[in-house]
């Protein structure tokens, strides 16, 4: 497959097209719909929730997600996003899907080049509040104030990027997109030029709505799980965390993705002791879920853990045998 030019000479690019702000989305230089398959690049402030969530809605809706990290590795195998092997790599997802996705993190430079290279580009932008933005950062060992300033200037760099880029785009509010699911499912949707049943778009709204949301954000009903998966994973191979439901005892059921795909379940229901102090029920609530089959050497994994029944994002946690972390 030859470089891919986001705009041959014969493309109706229309230079700015809006559309309903007040739902949350916005698209940009909108070309229409369009037989052939599209690559969507999905990116967005990191390490805030947005671009995990809207992976979430593209893997309900059908589209495979797959995550090419900074200087890292396409999952299963080693892929970075200045050689070849990321050129290789869009050959071959392209060849065997018609529409997919790569959540891309979001550096001026690597979405650039990864626009240039998949074949029908359009690029996903999820922006954040950012005092929201800023408190995921704050969490992450950031005092306040250096927080919130790096949340907008990353915030600023995005909307430069937003409005500069050619290539189609669809710009996404995650705090709106939540309080207009239904919309926000129609427009991601439309713009991946996929038609998917009423029933698959439902359970992509209920996902949005109510269901992929992470502890930062309050979880009162008795359904929705609270939880954390350890920060630093060792020793390599087990996932650990715990996992509860605010208004009862029962046990708390967690499924494991790696590569968007389901690996197992399994009960938060190991005894931690760490968990007494602060008030965790009988702090028989703990995780230990065993991915060592899935690992190989050095080389890092990526595995999303969610608790059930409203699947609730416990973290994502990026693992090899020799440890692991948890990224979000």
């Not at 200037?153 to 996404?172: D, G, H, M, N, Y």
């Not at 009862?248 to 009960?267: H, K, M, T, Y």
């Not at 938060?268 to 702090?283: K, Q, V, W």
Request: hydrophobic content about 40%; charged content about 20%; overall charge neutral.
């Amino acid at each position: 497959m030859p470089d891919n030019l986001p705009f041959p000479d014969n493309a109706a690019v229309e230079p700015k097209v809006g559309h309903a702000p007040n739902l949350g989305f916005l698209r940009r230089n909108w070309r229409g719909p369009s037989g052939e398959g599209r690559t969507l690049i999905l990116t967005g402030i990191e390490p805030a929730d947005g671009p995990l969530v809207i992976a979430s809605v593209l893997r309900q809706l059908g589209v495979p997600v797959f995550f090419f990290p900074a200087g890292g590795t396409l999952t299963s195998s080693p892929i970075t996003l200045t050689g070849s092997g990321f050129r290789d790599a869009a050959r071959r997802l392209s060849q065997s899907h018609s529409t997919w996705a790569a959540r891309v993190p979001f550096a001026r430079n690597m979405v650039t080049r990864s626009l240039s290279i998949v074949r029908n580009p359009h690029v996903v932008i999820v922006t954040e509040d950012v005092a929201a933005t800023a408190i995921s950062r704050e969490r992450s060992d950031k005092g306040v104030e250096s927080a919130l300033l790096e949340a907008a200037e990353k915030s600023a760099e995005l909307a430069i990027f937003a409005t500069q880029t050619r290539a189609p785009s669809l710009i996404v509010s995650l705090q709106k997109a939540r309080e207009f699911a239904q919309e926000n499912v129609d427009a991601i949707a439309e713009f991946a030029g996929i038609n998917p049943p009423p029933e698959t778009r439902l359970a992509a709204t209920l996902m949005l709505d109510q269901g992929v949301r992470s502890i930062r954000a309050p979880n009162l009903g008795r359904r929705a799980a609270q939880g954390a998966l350890d920060k630093v994973q060792k020793p390599g191979g087990i996932i650990r965390g715990w996992a509860k439901f605010p208004q009862s005892g029962e046990r708390v059921p967690v499924r494991v993705l790696l590569d968007g795909q389901q690996i197992g379940e399994a009960i938060c229901d190991d005894f931690r002791e760490d968990l007494l102090p602060h008030n965790i029920g009988d702090g028989a609530h703990g995780l230990a879920f065993d991915v060592t089959r899935h690992l190989a050497g050095e080389q890092q994994r990526r595995f999303e853990v969610y608790a059930l029944p409203e699947v609730t994002l416990l973290g994502v946690v990026e693992m090899s045998l020799k440890g692991g972390k948890t990224v979000v």
